[in-house]
């Protein structure tokens, strides 16, 4: 047994370290795919092939970060740390879904004072964590990320937020854009300026998963509605927000991409190129040219895959945990 338990512990050493860490910032109110990517990270979370650190809120629905806790809480994470974006003035309740999902099932939060300060939140997440460590997913728009790569050096860390990022993440997953070329929601609305930022001062490996991916996978149907538990925060998101109609899945291409064996079945990954944005959030894929200071990769569905197969995987993951 004196050579069990040495191996028993480095395997369980080597199980951790190798877990993805990943912050997920969200604008999880006017679309229901965020509610089905937070549940498939907590998914990943219970297979044990991430650590989801916290999730950023980046969204003026009043209710939104509530229906975070709430949905954390169902899936047996009710400590997970929540960031608000709270510089905005005017916060109200437009959400279908986020008031319901808060009032229907049990959360710690309550009030706005019980979350962090987005930027704080993810300047303190990367000051614990290991170099090179840290996944960033981001499926709304980039307020919340633009004011962490402008933060200053405070109590948390003597780096500013660009040089912690820098040093603490290893990879950006970005639900944004359309490919080769067009106009989508993240990006221009309602804050393009951070769009526009973001990119031109990220220098680490950014993947961006496009509006075009997404549309052609449609979840939450009357698949998910047959299988689903009722009491269940995504259940009710879905049936809120268009009675299991199916929805494009924009926001869970972005969190399947931590699966690389999954990923890499379904998806094809172009480097040669870069994105560009223009004032207006408009973007571009420049298509064979190269930036020194950009390593930027767009995602496209193979041509021998069906994108409801896709789906049906998206689907039946969160079906598989408790």
């Known amino acids: ?52 650190l916290g999730v950023v809120v980046t969204s003026n629905d009043s209710y939104s970060y509530q229906g975070v806790d709430a949905i954390n809480t169902f899936y047996n994470q009710p400590d997970i740390p929540i960031g608000f974006l709270k510089e905005q003035k005017n916060l109200e309740n437009f959400s279908k879904y986020t008031k319901q999902v808060s009032n229907s099932f049990p959360k710690d939060i309550h009030a706005l004072s019980q979350t962090t300060e987005s930027a704080r939140l993810y300047r303190k997440l990367l000051a614990e964590s290991e170099d090179n460590s840290v996944v960033i997913i ?24 660009k040089e912690l990022a820098t040093k603490k993440v290893k990879k950006w997953l970005c639900m944004g854009g359309t490919y080769p070329e067009g106009k989508e929601a993240n ?15 990220w220098e680490k490996e950014v993947v961006f998963c496009g509006w075009e991916v997404g549309n052609k996978i449609r979840t939450g149907g009357a698949y998910l ?29 972005a969190v399947m991409l931590l699966d690389d064996e999954t990923s890499s079945n379904y998806f094809d990954f172009n480097s040669n190129g870069y994105v560009s944005v223009a004032d207006d959030g408009s973007n571009k894929w420049n298509a064979g040219e190269q930036l020194p200071t950009k390593k930027h990769t767009i995602v496209s569905i193979k ?20």
């Open 225 to 253: 509605k047959s299988k689903l538990n009722k009491n269940n925060p995504v259940y009710l998101g879905y049936e809120l927000y268009n009675n299991f109609a199916g929805r494009p899945a924009w926001d869970q291409v």
């Open 187 to 201: 990006f221009y609305r309602p804050d393009p300026t951070s769009t526009v930022y973001c990119i031109a001062n």
């Open 138 to 161: 981001t499926v709304g728009h980039l307020t919340s990320f633009q004011n962490l790569l402008q933060s200053k050096a405070d109590d948390i860390s003597t780096l500013s937020g």
């Open 1 to 52: 047994m004196k050579f069990i338990f040495p191996a028993l512990l480095l395997f369980l050493t080597i199980t951790c370290s190798a877990q993805t860490k990943v912050i997920f910032d969200t604008d999880i109110d006017s679309d229901v795919d965020d509610v089905q990517a937070l549940a498939m990270l907590h998914a990943y979370q219970q297979l044990g092939k991430i650590e989801l």
């Open 303 to 322: 041509e021998s895959v069906n994108p409801d197969a896709i789906a049906r995987a998206m689907d039946n993951l969160i079906l598989e945990i408790k």
